[in-house]
């Protein structure tokens, strides 16, 4: 398997799910900025929107959208499976992927860390994203996790939530959330992979400046 991934953005939550399920992966970096690969290749020329995560699985397919990721690898098979058996609860982490990915990450989370997109469109992302993170938080107020497992969906919200260490959203004002972050990264698979994402990314923006 390879996966395509950017220090810290979105794709974190894969590597995450790779590591606390123990399955080998190959991890190939896309320069966020030129989009270019270690090879000095257009990452383009594979997926052409540039977007991560993209999966390469280990029959070939190529495969896009954190969603679909997500459940693809949690549900590969291993000792540790991040995507429940019973279909009602999989369905709840379906909700809970697609809630994150565009309640949370697309419509709050993207502008903000956007530097092109306008102070106003900012404002909007802060002011309608308060509802969405507080739904949330409410629900993690009683709950370990967003269902009644570990799954992939609590990997994806780990890696958002991350992102507010860089916009104006700030955990204290959310206790529920976090209290799951700290939770989460107290983890040692979760750990690792933060760990290893802050210091590439760190070498991306040394290597721009
Ligand atoms: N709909 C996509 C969105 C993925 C996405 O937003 N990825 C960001 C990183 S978190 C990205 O690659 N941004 C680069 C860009 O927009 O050029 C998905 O869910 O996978």
């Known amino acids: 398997m390879e996966l395509y991934f950017s220090p810290l953005a979105c794709s974190l ?5 790779l590591y606390e399920m123990d399955l080998p992966a190959r ?5 966020s900025k030129t989009k270019t690969l270690p090879d000095g290749t257009d990452y383009r020329s594979l997926h052409p929107l540039g977007l991560v995560p993209f999966l390469r699985t280990d ?8 969603a679909a990721i997500l459940q693809y690898v949690g549900e590969l098979p291993a000792k540790t499976k ?3 058996e019973r279909p009602l609860e999989r369905i709840r982490v379906h909700q809970w992927l697609c809630f994150i990915g565009t309640e949370l990450h697309r419509s709050t ?5 956007d530097p092109d997109a306008p102070e106003a469109v900012k404002r909007y992302a802060i002011e309608h994203g308060r509802s969405r993170l507080e739904h949330v938080d409410h629900h993690l107020r009683d709950r370990k996790h967003l269902t009644d497992e570990l799954t992939v969906a609590d990997a994806y919200l780990f ?3 991350n992102w507010t260490l860089a916009t104006p959203i700030k955990l204290d004002d ?8 700290n939770r989460m990264l107290e983890r040692p698979m979760f750990a690792k992979a933060f760990g290893e994402e802050v210091q590439l990314y760190q070498a991306e923006l040394a290597k721009r400046r």
């Open 174 to 181: 959310y206790p529920g959330l976090r209290d799951f972050r």
């Open 159 to 161: 890696a958002i939530l």
């Open 82 to 84: 991040l995507m429940p």
């Open 59 to 66: 029959g070939g397919e190529l495969l896009s959208e954190n």
């Open 109 to 113: 989370f993207s502008p903000l860390l």
């Open 27 to 31: 991890f190939v970096q896309v320069d």
């Open 13 to 17: 939550a894969t590597r995450i799910a």
